[in-house]
């Protein structure tokens, strides 16, 4: 089963980026994107949204056993 993680950045900046983006691969999670919420004033994202995701066994329904 694929499961997703988001992950919301309220710096947003290359050093930011890569320390999440290398947090989460160690735990197991691969990159799917990347999202920016951009400011009409500044041409700078205000936020960024990392979008992960990892496979996890199938869980089973203990009440269809």
């Known amino acids: 089963m694929i499961v997703y993680k988001v992950v919301e950045l309220s710096v947003v900046d290359d050093k930011e980026i890569e320390k999440k983006l ?28 990392l979008v992960f995701y990892k496979s996890v066994p199938e869980e089973k329904d203990e009440e269809s056993e």
């Open 22 to 49: 290398n947090e989460m691969a160690k735990d197991g999670w691969y990159l799917d994107g990347i999202h920016f919420a951009m400011r009409e004033s500044s041409k700078r994202p205000a936020m960024a949204f």
